[in-house]
Structures are given as structure tokens and as C-alpha cells.
């Protein structure tokens, strides 16, 4: 069964500190993969995308990486804002469907 | 250009009634997709369409759910009759090209709250 699971639920930090994100997948043929941003009230944006080729790839203070070979992708923030706070989506294509994690809750405190 | 729109963004209904949610995507943009958000889901894909027609429509919960895309410009969602269950985020995103690797844009999301 196509899966994407997403680690930590949630997470609290405080402003300035860096933190990383986890996602692991179990969809096969793999297509892409995609971290979404989503701040409360709003609908997700993207940040990233990845193919299978790819192993890094960055905007501005969040870089994420693909490891396909275990199936799994981090995002690493890096300096943290108040405004990092939002929930972060990881989705996986197969070239035909879209499957949703259900994210990480991230809270940044002052 | 304006984002996707949709409307209303917040509905509160009674359970029994119908509910019809509200969507243009953005202009010139070949798919439509519709998504229901929970908590304890997160977000699971409902129903899409390209060029109008519907693609792939295994994710509605049931008959009680429908879509129509009349036009490039214009869908709807409708629940008929509405549950307590149904109560969720549903949001309508659009995108370029639908191979997974174009990326979909949402819209705000429409606030349904079945009492």
C-alpha cells in the first residue's frame, strides 16, 4: 500500500534554531516528491520538488534531501522565523496519484 | 492573476441539508482537483478533472458526493444531504499539466461545519 508517514507530529523551537523534518514513503513507481508549506487559515504552498535524480535542493532557508534508495526526505530549516511556523506536508507522486502525509505541525517561539 | 478562489469560505449548515462549495481555478490551467483536509486525515484527494472532465473521482466518500466542472473556469463540489461527518477544510487547487510534476495551487480553503 502506497504510504507517506511523517515525523515529528509536531515540533517547538525556538527562534533561530535550525530543525529538521523527516518523511518516508512506501510509493512505488516513484514520480517526485514535493514539501508543501501551510500556514493556519490558508491552503499549502510549494516549496520544493524532487525526482528521483535529485538528492538535494534548496529555497532559501529550507533545503530538503531524497535519499531513494530508503525511500526518505528531510527538510532542514535553517535559522528559524516566527513565520516558519505552519504545518509542512510531504507528498509523493507515482507518476499518477498524489499521496499525502499528514504533516508536521512546526511552532518557532520568540 | 488572482489565485484560485473559492467560495463561501466559511459554511455552517445543518445536518440534512446541501452544501455546494465553490471554485475557479487559476486562468489557463488544464487541472482541477478538490481536497478534503482533517485533522485526523490530513489531506485526501477527492476528485479531479482535466480539460472539464472528470479524471478520477475514487476518492469521493460517497454518492452523497458530487462534482461538476461546466467549464474552464468554474466547479463545484456538492454534498447532498450533508453529515457531521462531512465537517472539514475543503479546498480546490489547480495546476499546468497534471503529471505529478507540475505543481498545484491552492486555493484558501472553504471551512465546512455540519451541526
Known amino acids: 500500500k502506497n504510504q507517506v508517514e511523517q515525523s515529528p507530529q509536531s515540533l517547538i523551537i525556538l527562534e533561530g534554531k535550525n530543525c529538521t523534518l523527516q518523511?518516508?514513503?512506501?510509493?512505488?513507481?516513484?514520480?517526485?516528491l514535493r514539501w508543501y508549506k501551510q500556514d493556519t487559515g490558508r491552503g499549502p504552498v510549494s516549496l520544493t520538488i524532487?525526482?528521483?535524480?535529485?538528492n538535494t535542493k534548496s529555497n532559501g532557508r529550507y533545503t530538503a534531501t531524497l535519499d531513494a534508495d530508503t525511500k526518505q526526505s528531510s527538510l532542514h530549516i535553517t535559522a528559524s522565523q516566527l513565520s516558519d511556523s505552519a504545518s509542512y506536508i510531504c507528498?509523493?507522486?507515482?507518476?499518477?496519484?498524489?499521496?499525502f502525509g499528514t504533516g508536521t505541525r512546526l511552532k518557532v517561539l520568540a | 492573476d488572482a489565485g484560485v478562489i473559492q467560495s463561501p469560505r466559511h459554511e455552517v449548515t445543518e445536518m440534512g441539508q446541501e452544501v455546494t462549495l465553490r471554485c475557479k481555478p487559476i486562468?489557463?490551467?488544464?487541472?482541477l482537483f478538490w481536497y478534503r483536509q482533517t485533522m485526523m486525515r490530513g489531506l485526501e484527494l477527492l476528485i479531479y478533472?482535466?480539460?472539464?472532465?472528470?479524471?478520477?473521482d475514487s476518492g469521493m466518500p460517497e454518492d452523497r458526493f458530487s462534482a461538476k466542472m461546466p467549464n474552464a473556469s468554474f466547479s463545484t463540489l456538492k454534498i447532498q444531504p450533508s453529515e457531521p461527518r462531512d465537517s472539514a477544510v475543503y479546498f480546490c487547487?489547480?495546476?499546468?499539466?497534471?503529471?505529478?510534476?507540475?505543481?498545484?495551487?491552492f486555493g484558501p480553503g472553504t471551512r465546512l461545519t455540519v451541526l
Open positions: 507528498v509523493v507522486s507515482d507518476a499518477g496519484k498524489y499521496i
Open positions: 486562468s489557463g490551467h488544464d487541472y
Open positions: 487547487a489547480s495546476s499546468l499539466g497534471g503529471t505529478g510534476y507540475n505543481e498545484q495551487f
Open positions: 478533472f482535466n480539460n472539464n472532465v472528470p479524471i478520477d
Open positions: 524532487m525526482t528521483f535524480s535529485e
Open positions: 518523511c518516508n514513503y512506501t510509493v512505488s513507481p516513484f514520480s517526485n
